[in-house]
């Protein structure tokens, strides 16, 4: 069965052009997460869904940061005014349920800003 | 605010040593605690799952404990191989998110044949 895809898998951007990264999760999975690791770093966590409901947005950077899962189904994550500092791989997981389940993760897009 | 720590950054062995990776965390109210393993340039695969009730979970050659009350979880990987070669990140979720893992940093295995 399909797992978790994300597209692009790279991306170059330069700094102040707006990005949008895009999540597919297992088909029927309620929870989806965004994640941003950092090289050499384990991924932090950025926002929550559960369907099309955003319940926990605390791990975004900034307001630059947006995300939307309008179907309950497909996620995307928006970076508004990239900066270099975005640079990073951005993982997206999904969960049947969630509330702690096993999440299944995305191969993850490489943002490079310049 | 929980921190996840896991030592060593990096471990190199020769084929066929039992691998032990160390992963500990300051908030003991966990809902779970999960392994997962890092390809270069690829995402997270799930190696075990232990439930906060739980001592210890296996799974084939892996072997993972939890010790909820010192903070502490321990991965065995039993008889290495080279394809072992990855990082291994632990991460929890505690008992008041909604389901957010907190990774360490990972640890960076070299299994040399």
């Known amino acids: 069965g399909a797992g978790v895809s994300q597209s692009p898998r790279y991306k170059v951007a330069k700094r102040g052009q707006d990005v949008a990264l895009r999540c597919d999760p297992i088909s029927g999975h309620v929870s989806l997460f965004w994640y941003q690791q950092a090289l050499g770093q384990g991924p932090e966590f950025l926002t929550y869904?559960?369907?099309?409901?955003?319940?926990?947005k605390s791990g975004l950077p900034s307001d630059r940061f947006f995300a939307e899962r309008p179907e309950g189904s497909v996620s995307t994550l928006k970076i508004q005014r990239t900066q270099q500092e975005d640079s990073a791989v951005y993982l997206c997981?999904?969960?049947?349920?969630?509330?702690?389940?096993?999440?299944?993760f995305g191969p993850g897009t490489r943002l490079l800003v310049l | 605010k929980q921190e996840v720590t896991q030592i060593p950054a990096a471990l190199s062995v020769p084929e066929g040593e039992n691998l032990v990776l160390n992963c500990s965390f300051t908030d003991s109210a966990i809902y779970n605690l999960q392994w997962f393993r890092q390809d270069p340039g690829k995402g997270l695969t799930s190696l075990l799952l232990?439930?906060?009730?739980?001592r210890e979970q296996t799974s084939g050659r892996l072997n993972a404990s939890l010790d909820k009350s010192s903070g502490r979880s321990t991965l065995y990987i039993a008889a290495s191989q080279p394809g072992d070669s990855a990082t291994y990140l632990c991460?929890?979720?505690?008992?008041?998110?909604?389901?957010?893992?907190?990774f360490g940093a990972g640890t960076q295995v070299v299994v040399t044949p």
């Open positions: 997981a999904s969960s049947l349920l969630g509330g702690g389940e096993t999440q299944y």
């Open positions: 232990i439930q906060s009730s739980q």
């Open positions: 869904f559960q369907n099309e409901a955003q319940l926990d």
């Open positions: 991460a929890v979720v505690t008992t008041d998110s909604w389901g957010k893992l907190q």
